[in-house]
């Protein structure tokens, strides 16, 4: 049962990506579709904590004693939502799931090698390793899909590449969130008052920036006529989304709950893309894609189980 919600909670991920892309073409912004998305997630999580008895009281006490980074969740997941809807309309639905994979990673990687955020200290071992360059090969496999597209003038290729970095940054920062938001759900005892607190300090920050992008640019032009109904579902998925991979973890384990969310994330990033749902431009899921993936598949699951 775990593993079939690991699934469609996985499936979320790009569907969020693509709502949150078309609540971008009703609010003017990606900054403000953040906003938007943030202001529904913190509401529906304070709906939820109303409804389980936890209340809204904020831990202060535990986490007075909690080095200053326990706050930056939030922020990490701004830069990863954001990133998100701008990467959406460049690179496509199945490479903005796949290329932040890459980001989250090698995030891992470097989390677990060190010890970073509290985590457990894992040894690089060469299957671990090898696992990362399995990974890679499968990201440049489907990134090669893409500039074969580019090169028949859908896009610049150069342009591409830069947007693919970006992925891969924040796929990063989405590592760093999940970290920080495991350790602040072990200090506070609740992965549903863990989740509150890394969407309240997002939500903050996102009202100031949007305050600021308004003093300087001014009021952003805003989408005329009627949109669906699921355009205003994004905040709802990423909430399930933060939520669902802090409450997995500690039944399924760190690794076996990300490659869970992989697997969803990236057959739906692909079936998004091949049928053009949601908005998203119609990209056929070829064989040397599919190839691609599997292959990150592979080395997700070398990285993350041995």
């Known amino acids: 049962m775990s593993i079939l919600l690991g699934i469609l909670v996985g499936l979320a991920l790009p569907v969020q990506t693509s709502v949150n892309n078309k609540l971008r073409d009703k609010v003017g912004t990606p900054y403000n579709s953040s906003l938007v998305s943030f202001i529904i997630s913190t509401v529906f999580l304070a709906c939820l904590l109303l409804v389980t008895g936890q209340g809204f009281h904020l831990p202060m006490d535990q986490l007075a004693g909690e080095p200053f980074w326990v706050w930056l969740g939030g922020l990490c997941g701004v830069v990863f939502l954001t990133a998100n809807v701008i990467l959406l309309t460049k690179l496509g639905s199945a490479e903005t799931v796949i290329l932040p994979v890459l980001g989250q990673l090698l995030m891992g990687l470097l989390v677990d090698s060190l010890g970073l955020f509290r985590a457990q ?91 600021v992008l308004r003093v300087k640019q001014g009021p952003p032009t805003l989408g005329q006529g009627k949109f669906p109904w699921w355009t205003w579902t994004g905040g709802l998925l990423g909430a399930v989304y933060v939520l669902a991979n802090i409450y997995l973890s500690g039944i399924l384990g760190t690794g076996m709950t990300v490659i869970i969310l992989l697997v969803g994330a990236t057959a739906g990033g692909a079936v998004i893309d091949h049928f053009g749902l949601l908005g998203a431009a119609r990209k056929s899921l070829t064989v040397r894609k599919v190839v691609g993936i599997l292959g990150m598949l592979a080395g ?6 041995f």
């Not at 997700?300 to 189980?305: R, S």
């Open 121 to 211: 200290q894992i040894p690089l071992t060469p299957l671990r390793a090898g696992g990362a360059v399995l990974v890679l090969a499968g990201v440049m496999v489907v990134a090669w899909s893409g500039q074969a597209a580019a090169a028949q003038g859908q896009r610049p290729a150069g342009r591409l590449w830069l947007w693919r970095i970006v992925g891969v940054a924040a796929g990063m920062f989405s590592a760093t969130q999940t970290a920080i938001n495991g350790h602040l759900g072990q200090v506070v005892g609740s992965p549903l008052t863990a989740s509150m607190v890394s969407f309240l300090v997002g939500l903050a920050a996102l009202v100031v920036l949007c305050a």
């Open 300 to 305: 997700a699951a070398a990285i993350k189980l």
